[in-house]
């Protein structure tokens, strides 16, 4: 079958690490972007259409995907497009998904794929989208939500959460509410026809409705305007939706069957291809659960930690619990605990920092402390 992907980058703003870029862009488990787990979910599909929605801060998103060449996306008919603002009819801030897909009508209505599967950039998953392709073809369903459980808690406020019967049928959805456990959340993973898709942003936008999840799911399918579906993934999902929570899913990776389920479940997961050297253990170097890109150079004691590229952690200097990112140098004799460390930091000798798992500290890109 013929299928569209549309990738969001998602706008959210989680403090000092999405001042300057997307979510989309964030760096996540020593050699990726977020980017690269949707990129890689359509790239086994064989999606090879592929839209990614991008509103401000992209210029590093497009350089890292470049023309799409890891992914597979450069071969065939259609592509990969960056649909900005520059090439869309809207001039201001995007209200909702279903505006961000009106202002891209054109995107839309060009070929004749018959599915669109639409992805968002801030929940991490390895899923096989053929099979959800299959099962929303099957339900005969306008609407299918790939949704998950162990999120809801009764306490995290959801962005959009259902409830399924004894038979998998969705009983009841809430957005933007702190839903009980027996609710499980969305993924943000729908899939429906192309044509519903346009005939119901067309609508809806028209209305002053700009939201997929309240708007045309939820409001859809209480009106009874449109069918919806759940399919149910079972696999390793992380939503990335605070500092925290991005915090706790990278030293989740220390973890190998995390790490497996999310980089090797169903398919690998591709990202932009740099070279450098291997990674140089010194002789005092101790590592305890560490997760380690190529390029750095360790000459301290690092535990429960994500290193990327070409990091630096000098002798003498304690690394725990922490998330540094490329070209980051930790001087001699420093102690650091709950830290996350954006680009090119440098850490200087004997300097201390101590966060905490549920506040840790963050340090801007490019800053000297």
Not at 74 to 102: D, I, M, Q
Request: aromatic share 8%.
């Amino acid at each position: 079958m013929n299928v569209m992907g549309i990738l969001f980058t998602n706008d959210a703003n989680i403090g000092d690490l999405t001042n300057k870029r997307t979510m989309a862009s964030l760096p996540f488990g020593g050699r990726y972007r977020q980017v690269d787990f949707g990129l890689s979910n359509f790239a086994y599909a064989g999606i090879r259409h592929v839209g990614i929605i991008a509103r401000f801060s992209y210029q590093s998103l497009m350089n890292h995907v470049g023309d799409g060449e890891e992914w597979g996306l450069e071969l065939g008919e259609g592509g990969l497009e960056f649909l900005t603002p520059y090439a869309s009819s809207v001039n201001h801030s995007y209200r909702g998904k279903l505006e961000s897909l009106s202002s891209n009508m054109d995107f839309l209505e060009y070929g004749n794929d018959e599915y669109v599967v639409m992805i968002d950039s801030t929940v991490l998953s390895n899923i096989d989208l053929n099979k959800v392709l299959a099962a929303h073809v099957a339900s005969g369903k306008d609407i299918t939500v790939v949704t998950c459980k162990g999120v809801c808690n009764g306490k995290k406020v959801m962005d959009f959460a259902l409830k399924l019967d004894d038979k998998g049928e969705v009983e009841d959805m809430v957005c933007d509410f702190a839903a009980p456990e027996d609710y499980q959340a969305s993924m943000d993973i729908f899939v429906m026809s192309r044509q519903v898709l346009i005939r119901e942003v067309k609508t809806l936008v028209a209305k002053n409705y700009f939201h997929m999840d309240r708007d045309l799911c939820m409001g859809g399918w209480r009106s009874h305007k449109v069918t919806v579906g759940a399919y149910q993934y079972d696999g390793v999902v992380m939503f990335n939706e605070s500092t925290q929570e991005y915090f706790e899913h990278s030293l989740a990776l220390t973890d190998k069957a995390t790490r497996d389920g999310l980089f090797n479940g169903v398919h690998p997961v591709y990202t932009k291809v740099r070279s450098r050297v291997p990674t140089y253990y010194g002789e005092n170097c101790q590592l305890e659960n560490v997760v380690v890109a190529d390029g750095c150079m360790l000459d301290g004691n690092v535990k429960n930690a994500v290193l990327f590229r070409s990091v630096t952690v000098s002798e003498n200097a304690n690394v725990e619990n922490c998330v540094i990112m490329n070209d980051t140098v930790v001087g001699e004799g420093c102690d650091l605990k709950n830290v996350i460390l954006d680009k090119n930091v440098t850490v200087t000798p004997g300097t201390k920092l101590y966060g905490t798992r549920a506040n840790p500290i963050v340090i801007k890109r490019g800053e000297t402390v």
